[in-house]
DNA sequence: CGTTAGTTTGACCTAATTCAAATACTGTGG
DNA sequence: CCACAGTATTTGAATTAGGTCAAACTAACG
């Protein structure tokens, strides 16, 4: 599905892990589209050019976790095994370079930048996910949400105004919490004077020190 | 302090990462002695050849979270920067394998295998700290500890009475509870005839299906 | 065989969840 | 440009899983 024609815009300039030949397709996906589902075989590997994007796993009985949230240039989709471990889905309208698995992998194998590359790539999402443990074992649900605003504040070059391209639910399922006790910090933060809430999807960072003060 | 001398043993017969010229060196550790600190420089990676290791990072008042469990052949500390972003410290007394970070890396340009060896054993790690994600966020005390007890007996080969290598408190801070409530989950676990509680360090799997369906 | 650290158990408490309802947005078609 | 429908978010009240504090028990080690 996500190789149908009509997606396909141009061939990617760009190597897909740096600069060099050609080895990618642009492919565009509408909010709320499925990139990859969990359990699919694990045959290519994705880089965003522009939007969002969520990877998350669902256990049985429904309960989601997001795994990790992607923004323009995060990679993503690369497995050690043959399956896909996670679902990924476009979080709002998003732009994403798509590449064989194969064709990364032999030009690994023959260049030795594009291998240290990948192992960057791979070792940045080891210590997100080691970030990630921390806040979910050890931290309560404001020092969680003040995390994520400040992340995703350095993550768009840190603007005063933060815009937040994800929902309240996918806060919640990356947090480790439910929607209503994410509602509920962000609108103590507010009272606190610490962030202000223009829109559910855009919020002001008035006090980032006390912000970066409940962080750790 | 690693390197002082009268703790190395012989030089490494094997490379680091895998077969091939010396790359390592053995050095044993006592039990609960650091092997590295959070922030200090990131010289030289480890491989445990036996005992048990815990990485951790501590925030500031305390609450500490256990990243990770490394036993036989695991690998640690290597890091994406220049410092180490956990402590490492022995669960057991432990013998571990220590290379130059710097040889690791030079051989790993020179060697598509090594260097093919680092990505994988990285993506495995960024693997275990996904499923430690889903762990910590979604699930309930009684299924974090269920899947401890699993993921240990399959890093030991399945063995149907598990010898635990760590304290209470070790599993509480790898699961994000408290000490009360994991023993409390052990205790319930033995009277539902799931688990024995031989001694606190050696519990026997009854019902290795019941806690597989704990799990998820 | 006593000391001490580690573990278990008990009673109570609280942060976060659950369930329920009100409110505010967003996009669409008239 | 406005009204409406449907979705997302916020707020409220009650509940609970897990935490906290405290004490009893157990086992490892010198």
Redesign the interface.
Known sequence: MPFDMDFVEIQAPALFMGSGPDAGVKIRYARGEEIFGEGEPAEYVYRVLSGAVRTY?I??DG???I?EFHFADGFFG???GTEH??TAEAIADSTILVARRITVNDL??QR?DV??E???E??????R??D???L????SACERVASLLLDLAVRSGNPRVLDVPMSRQDMA????LTIETVSRTLTQLQGDGVIEIMTARRIVLRNRAALEDMV?
């Open positions: 796993r256990l049985r309960r989601r976790q795994d690369l497995e050690a471990r996670t690994a194998a030795g291998a240290r990948l192992l960057k791979t070792m940045d999402g080891l210590q996910r080691q990630h443990v921390v979910l074992g050890r931290k399922d990356y947090l480790g750790e």
